[in-house]
């Protein structure tokens, strides 16, 4: 219950939506509200209303696709240039990241800023070549992987999120994401998304980012320098799994065990990465 919750705000800019959460320490912007409301935090005396900020807006461009911060999951699914990035990729993980009802309600952004272990969502981003917007109040713009790595911090100063703009894909690349859940529409217990580009008949390019073994979706660095400029098969990426995944301490709860984990990081991560692979070919 929210039963310190003294002020609503409604600001008519984003500096003034920052500059009001900066100024209260019990202070949350208010998206969609399904993660305040979900939380109940007794100690909150103040929502910032962020829906006249028109920051809910999904627009495809040339080069790239701009999704509002305030945008909701259902949105972004239904969208033509989302819908249709990556073969649909990005709608696949949209889908597991809530139900029906709650895709309605969620956005993008607060999707991301309390993002899981295992987030669909965020595992697919940290392939892409995308960046983030946000405003502290002064306005940035990062890469995704950055936003990842630095979204605790962001969290403190309560800098706010404003979109994220992901670039198409060039030709000859491609993307792959896959899971393993209780039932095949359950949330990830663990996902690997994995992208490869094609030059020349070899992996000019490569990245794989693995779900549900870490506290937050992890990019594998060692693997994608050892397949990178390599023709991919199941034995090469196989030994480069094993490499990347040494000395990694792994991540467990109620859902599965480390070694589960990590075993289906293995499984997972070779699957996306030779799907991803095929289709760049």
Not at 92 to 97: H, I, N, V
Not at 124 to 133: P, R, S, W
Not at 247 to 275: C, F, H, I, K, Q
Request: glycine letters at 8%; one cysteine or more; hydrophobic letters at 45%.
């Amino acid at each position: 219950m929210l039963r310190q919750l003294k002020h609503y705000e409604r600001p008519q800019t984003i500096e003034e939506a920052v500059a009001l959460a900066q100024s209260n320490s019990a202070a949350q912007y208010l998206g969609g509200g399904a993660w305040i409301v979900a939380k109940g935090d007794p100690s909150l005396s103040m929502v910032i209303d962020l829906q006249h900020l028109g920051l809910n807006t999904i627009t495809g461009e040339l080069e790239q696709i701009r999704i509002g911060a305030t945008a909701s999951l259902q949105a972004l699914i239904e969208h033509p240039d989302t819908a249709a990035f990556a073969d649909g990729v990005l709608v696949k993980a949209a889908r597991l990241t809530q139900s029906r009802n709650l895709r309605e309600q969620g956005t993008l952004g607060g999707t991301l800023i309390v993002a899981g272990p295992a987030d669909p969502l965020t595992t697919v981003l940290l392939v892409c070549d995308a960046e983030v917007a946000y405003a502290d109040p002064a306005r940035h713009v990062a890469p995704f992987t950055s936003f990842v790595a630095y979204r605790e911090r962001m969290l403190k100063v309560k800098a706010l999120l404003t979109e994220l703009r992901l670039k198409r894909l060039a030709p000859r690349s491609a993307l792959a994401y896959h899971t393993v859940g209780r039932s095949p529409l359950d949330k990830p217990i663990v996902g690997a998304a994995a992208f490869v580009k094609v030059d020349e008949g070899l992996a000019a390019e490569v990245r794989l980012a693995i779900g549900g073994i870490a506290p937050l979706p992890v990019r594998l660095p060692k693997v994608e320098v050892l397949l990178r400029g390599q023709l991919l098969d199941e034995a090469r990426i196989k030994e480069a799994l094993e490499a990347g995944l040494e000395g990694v301490e792994g991540y467990e709860d109620y859902r599965g065990s480390r070694a589960y984990r990590l075993e289906m990081a293995r499984v997972l991560g070779r699957r996306a990465l030779l799907e991803a692979w095929q289709k760049a070919r």
